[in-house]
């Protein structure tokens, strides 16, 4: 379509005669000094060569009026100069829909409190599984423990998390993430609540409540995902994901500080008790004060409401959503396993879960052991490095969202994100085996775990962006494939210690599996939409 202004007469030209014709009609009743249709016959063949823009879009200029045309895929404007006339249409679209709000903007909206609310339950999920970290050095003592069946014992969560991610997907998608977040917290609360009971009563007792806090934990990220996809714009994803787990990395740091001290002043059993009080005021604010899409919260201002709403239109997400609310409960695992982007998210998804829980699960035990250093200096040495992922985790989201927005695609920008956060700690793993001392070891660990945190804008992210239908169970098939990882890793690291005398050895090997699942992420990843509606890739 193409747009001329001679004087005080717009002429409009299109292959599709219609669309001139009902442009004409929007526009022509708004002022008159836009003499009637007639393009020449040079700009009629000018206009045979041009395809059919989408939307017209009018803004009002200082120096007259602009003409926006935008498709899908591309925009084009071309400028009016018309001193003496503006021209405003209710029936067309504002341009100030889709101009980003401010820093104080975004910080003080309804979506970050959102956001906000999700950080504090996934640092509530963290704390709770990450005592047992640090109560099972003097549980082992008092009951005579191995190495290996510390990590049995530890790996109870796992079993139990193994259960639940994709069931809870499926859930999370058709019922939403408001529901089931709230459910997931209030029955891990109980399970951690109800442990000292568990454990002064049997050992079978204290593995079943483990085992429930796993099972409640493994809806937790999937009801991140789904909620961050309704509230946020794909824009802001990254930066909301960041500032989520953020939360889920401070919830290490909590738990590994303050367990030490709240055993010192209330008992081995202490810690448990507060976690899981915690969690049960957590789910009365979360029920009161969120909304499971903006559409339905009552304290939104129409400013960000109108913004969300708009910027959603400019994306091929709504469609998606759309069919999402006809999603049955039970999804096409067949169709979504033929396609190469879930085994890539798959595969990512175990790798960080394998290295998360061995470096959450026995870095307590590591400095204990290859450094000598006692326990609470070695819940220090373990939880600086996550206070460094938290950082990390935002800054890298607040990259990712930049890098889009100036152009970068989405692909693109998810494969340098992933490359970085397993590169990165593979590196740094092998760095901390040959560290002679603590100070150096905590350093390198510190940058492993900040570098996986570039992880959380890379594949954790790219659920909504492969198949925004079925995000949820997706999220809980790389869950399940990561709770598998993750007692591999856990169990695995106390036997390697056991038979072998060090851990060294193990971080070799991890280091490895690093390196070898960036290059498949490179290789296979996309950050399009896939087609879950043929078998195949």
Known sequence: MS?????????????????????????QPRTSQFSSFSPSSSEANFCKDLPLLGVLRIRHRKDGVELRSISNSSRSTRALSNDDQSIRGSSLSNENELQAPSFFEFVTSERVKVVAMLGLALALCNADRVVMSVAIVPLSLAHGWTKSFAGVVQ?????????????????????????????????????TFLTPWAAETSLWALLSTRVLLGIAEGVALPCMNNMISRWFPQTERSRAVGLAMAGFQLGNVIGLLLSPILMS???LFGPFVIFGLSGFLWVLVWLSATSSTPESHPQISKSELQYLQSMRKTSSIPSAEKKSKKTKVIPPFRRLLSKLPTWTVISANAMHSWGYFLLLSWMPI????????????AAWFSAVPWTMMAIFGYLSGAWSDMLIRTGTSVTITRKVMQSIGFFGPGIALLCLTASKSPSVASAWLTVAVGLKSFGHSGFLVNFQEISPQYAGVLHGISNTAGTLAAIVATIGAGFFVDFMGSFRGFMIFTALLYFLSAIFWDIFATGEQANFDEMGQ
């Open 3 to 27: 747009f001329q202004c001679s004087c005080n007469r717009l002429v409009l030209c299109s292959s599709n005669s219609r669309n001139v014709t009902k442009i004409k009609n929007q526009i």
């Open 155 to 191: 790996s109870a969560f796992l079993w139990g998390y193994l259960m639940s991610p994709i069931a809870g997907g499926a859930l999370v998608d058709y019922y939403g993430g408001k529901v089931v977040m709230a459910w997931g917290v209030a029955l891990w609360s109980l399970a």
């Open 265 to 267: 002043r209330g008992g």
């Open 366 to 377: 590591y400095f204990n052991t290859i450094y000598h250093v006692d326990l609470k200096h």
